[in-house]
């Protein structure tokens, strides 16, 4: 449309050009970019600023911005800067060029060994975010890219807060995505430990790419929920007996008593060699 040709051909002070449509998420779209004076190629988030966003959202942003240039981590994108114009927020970050997780998924569920891989990454990003205190809070295998060679990279980390205010003001209320992923005590709104709830995400991200499917669906959300509270769900028969036991600790709807991330990461699944020539195809 015309508001999509106005972006098409801003020059971004002067400094990026805008290209293709890359992806789109709840509130954001994100347009391959390049920088005209060093050349580089980078995506960037483009996030309507509307009436949502407050005196001192930008601030807060910028800082969300610096604590992310602290991550760097092999499977983090890395975010680059962040601008504005009267209507728009502009974050330039890592251009990853495979696409979603989640596209992977949609044309079947994976073997265990490629699962095993992409999880490893998943939770290697996640426990060192963990350790500087950052928390994601939207872990879902849309957000989660997958580059060129197979790596895996998570997206939107550390914008969450940033995220949830939106959504809380009600921009695009609707289109908010299923909550299949959101952990029952965030569900509760009683307050929840970030950490914990990342986990819980990651136990939902893990079902997905052993199944093909949820964990907890239903068509009613009333009912959706009561199986998300109560931890109801099934493996199917083809998880191993270590996926299974994986799985379980993660989706347990207790947080006490969930499964904490250095245990993830002894736990015999996640462990167990893969050879890397398994991903990339
Ligand atoms: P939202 O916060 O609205 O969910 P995201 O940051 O998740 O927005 O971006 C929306 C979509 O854009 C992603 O699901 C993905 O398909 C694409 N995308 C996001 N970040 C990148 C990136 N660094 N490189 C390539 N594509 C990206
Ligand atoms: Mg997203």
Redesign the pocket.
């Known amino acids: 449309g015309s508001n999509s040709d106005a972006i098409h051909s801003t020059l971004l002070h002067g400094k990026y050009e805008l290209g293709r449509l890359?992806?789109?998420?709840?509130?954001?779209k994100?347009y391959h970019a390049r920088n005209l004076k060093t050349g580089r190629s980078v995506?960037m988030?483009v996030v309507g600023k509307e009436k949502v966003i407050k005196i001192g959202m930008m601030e807060q942003i910028k800082r969300e911005i610096s604590a992310m240039n602290m991550v760097k981590h092999p499977n983090i994108?890395q975010l680059h800067e962040v601008m504005a114009s009267k209507s728009k927020i502009y974050i330039a970050?890592?251009?990853?060029?495979g696409?979603?997780l989640f596209n992977k998924i949609a044309r079947g569920r994976l073997r265990e060994e490629v699962a095993r891989l992409y999880f490893q990454q998943l939770i290697s990003a996640v426990d060192f975010c963990h350790s500087r205190g950052v928390y994601h809070r939207d872990l879902k295998p849309?957000?989660l890219?997958l580059d060129e060679e197979g790596n895996l990279k998570v997206?939107?980390f550390g914008?969450s807060t940033f995220?949830e205010h939106l959504r809380h003001d009600g921009l695009l209320h609707t289109t908010c995505g299923t909550p299949a992923y959101v952990a029952p005590e965030v569900i509760g709104k009683k307050g929840y430990d970030g950490a914990k709830a990342d986990i819980w995400s990651c136990g939902v991200i893990l079902y997905v790419l052993l199944a093909g499917f949820l964990p907890f669906q239903d068509d009613n959300l009333v009912a959706m929920y009561k199986k998300i509270y109560r931890g109801d769900f099934k493996c199917p028969p083809w998880f191993s007996s270590e996926a299974r036991r994986l799985v379980t600790k993660l989706l347990d709807p207790n947080p006490n008593s969930r499964i904490a991330i250095s245990k993830v990461m002894e736990s015999s699944w996640l462990k167990k060699a893969v050879p890397k020539s398994l991903l990339g195809n």
């Open positions: 890359l992806g789109q998420g709840t509130f954001a994100v995506a988030k994108v970050m890592e251009l990853v060029r696409g979603e849309e957000n890219l997206t939107d914008l995220s």
